[in-house]
């Protein structure tokens, strides 16, 4: 039998939660190592994630079973040589974005001599606006001859794109954009298309460590809501 509804969102935030890597734009490094329900995560796996599924409320409406569920999200990572309040706000703010930021696509053309990659800053030789690259798809042509084109994925967006050309650092006319990027929910990237809605319930750092080889604990709630049919949780009408 496939797997709940519940378990298949849970999942999905799992699997997004391993981009938080520095490589891919984030400011720390937890999402290198995530597992689920770890209460005693080992020094050697820091830095790290883990996630705690908590117990939901649940309603009838409209002939389908509403579900809230509240996610507790741990971020976890040594304080080594930087200051433990700075450290977990840098944690936090990653959590956060992962989860809740939305993502934009946007089909280019005229792409190259540089390829842009995951984790590049995109800026809009224009508009100035800018994006930080979660995923490229060449469709046609080449980066080396300076006609790829397909499809170009990015978060963190900054003021509006328009029909212009990309640059990243001092490489100039990366790529051409036609105008504006369509933004995907982050309910459907974080839910894996199953979600109503992801909110932020609250969080921070409870206690701060006194000495470097200790670890910065940050907290992150947030409360999903989904809806199966009644009676049964693996479906949804």
Same mark, same amino acid.
């Given at each position: ?86 450290? =977990? ?7 956060? %974005? ?6 934009? @696509?946007? !089909? +280019? #053309? ?11 800053t995109i800026t809009g ?76 319930? =609250? ?7 006194? %000495? ?6 940050? @907290?992150? !709630? +947030? #409360? ?14």
């Amino acid at each position: 039998m496939a797997d709940t509804i519940r378990e298949r969102i849970i999942a999905a935030m799992a699997l997004k939660l391993a981009e938080i890597r520095t490589a891919n734009g984030y400011q720390t490094e937890i999402g290198s190592w995530v597992g689920r329900a770890a209460p005693n995560v080992l020094q050697e796996d820091l830095p790290a994630i883990a996630i705690f599924p908590r117990v939901e409320s649940s309603e009838r409406q409209y002939g389908k079973q509403v579900c809230s569920m509240p996610v507790e999200v741990k971020g976890l990572s040594l304080m080594g040589t930087v200051n433990a309040s700075v450290l =977990g706000e840098k944690m936090l703010g990653d959590l956060i %974005m992962c989860l809740l930021g939305p993502e934009y @696509t946007r !089909t +280019f #053309t005229s792409g190259g001599v540089y390829v842009v990659k995951v984790g590049d800053t995109i800026t809009g030789a224009t508009s100035n606006a800018t994006g930080i690259v979660v995923g490229v798809t060449l469709t046609t042509g080449s980066w080396a001859a300076g006609t790829a084109a397909g499809t170009i994925r990015f978060r963190a967006q900054t003021g509006t794109f328009q029909a212009e050309v990309l640059k990243v650092l001092t490489n100039s006319d990366v790529a051409s954009i036609a105008g504006a990027a369509t933004p995907i929910s982050a309910k459907d990237i974080s839910g894996g298309l199953l979600v109503d809605d992801i909110a932020y319930s =609250g969080g921070g750092v409870e206690d701060y460590p006194a %000495m470097k080889d200790e670890a910065v604990v940050v @907290t992150a !709630t +947030f #409360t999903v809501s989904y809806m199966t049919t009644i009676g049964n949780p693996y479906t949804q009408t």
